[in-house]
């Protein structure tokens, strides 16, 4: 028989703490294997433990100080996944597309073919239009032709055909001459409907006309917006058409602001005929 001997107060609060400690101990046992609430992500249908698809989740262990934890999370969906894959694929595959046609020489116009021209040089042309070396695809057909007859009013009409991948083609029609216009210490061609031009190279059979002053101009063509407002009128245009032939041989025909078109006659005079087309004919009757 052993004798007990009653614990002082140091060995009592030792021994209640021990008790306390195992306690603790049990209850975090328990917590640990007690199993975890389904977790649900917002915005998505919960579905049952066991009817969702297999193919679509995955498990993921990690180490959260519990002993026999485990944490399971769904994965993204493949359709998903496949989705933005495609996407991304087909943006690379449009930029890269997009920077090979931008830089490709294949799609680089080397020089115009230019056909109708008789006067002015295809060289000109080409200079005008400033398509050598440029991608195909930043020129517009509109815009050219625009070009081309605001630096060349010596062109009546242009075609420009652009064709991949590197092919822009232009059709001129150049205005016709008829009247060789000196005024002071310049010149200019003069067409049918009186639009003025650069002169180039040689033309025969020329009406010159020696000026004492600019001509009465006529208004701007309503069916063509890239013509110019003709420099003569139209009809002194036809008055100098009609006077021309009868005119001495030699002699130039003159205009005179105030008394029209004439010239200087052999026999020592100057004749006046006004600027009148439809008189001109009863007037050079009267004359002869």
Do not use: C
């Amino acid at each position: 028989m052993s004798a007990h001997r009653p614990l002082n107060r140091a060995e009592e609060v030792r021994r209640r703490r021990a008790e306390e400690a195992s306690k603790r101990q049990q209850q975090a046992t328990q917590r640990a294997y007690r199993p975890m609430p389904p977790v649900t992500a917002r915005g998505m249908a919960h579905v049952p433990a066991g009817h969702g698809p297999r193919g679509n989740t995955r498990r993921y262990q990690t180490a959260l100080g519990l002993p026999q934890t485990r944490v399971q999370a769904p994965s993204w969906p493949r359709e998903l996944l496949s989705t933005r894959f495609v996407a991304i694929a087909s943006a690379l595959a449009v930029g890269a597309l997009f920077y090979f046609l931008w830089t490709s020489p294949y799609f680089h116009v080397l020089a115009p073919q230019v056909t109708g021209n008789t006067r002015i040089a295809a060289e000109e042309i080409s200079a005008a239009l400033g398509v050598n070396g440029q991608p195909i695809f930043l020129m517009r057909s509109a815009d050219l032709e625009k070009r081309l007859r605001l630096n060349y009013p010596e062109l009546a009409s242009a075609e420009v055909t652009i064709r991949l991948p590197n092919q822009v083609s232009v059709r001129v029609t150049e205005r016709v001459p008829i009247i060789l216009w000196q005024q002071g210490d310049g010149y200019t061609w003069v067409d049918a409907s009186g639009v003025a031009f650069h002169p180039h190279g040689q033309v025969d059979g020329l009406i010159l006309v020696g000026a004492l002053a600019a001509p009465p101009s006529g208004p701007a063509s309503g069916a063509d917006p890239f013509a110019p407002p003709p420099y003569v009128s139209p009809d002194l245009v036809k008055a100098i058409q009609v006077l021309a032939p009868t005119a001495p041989p030699g002699s130039p025909l003159i205009y005179d602001p105030h008394n029209g078109l004439g010239w200087a006659d052999e026999r020592g005079w100057q004749v006046f005929f006004g600027i009148e087309s439809q008189d001109m004919t009863l007037k050079l009757r009267v004359y002869q």
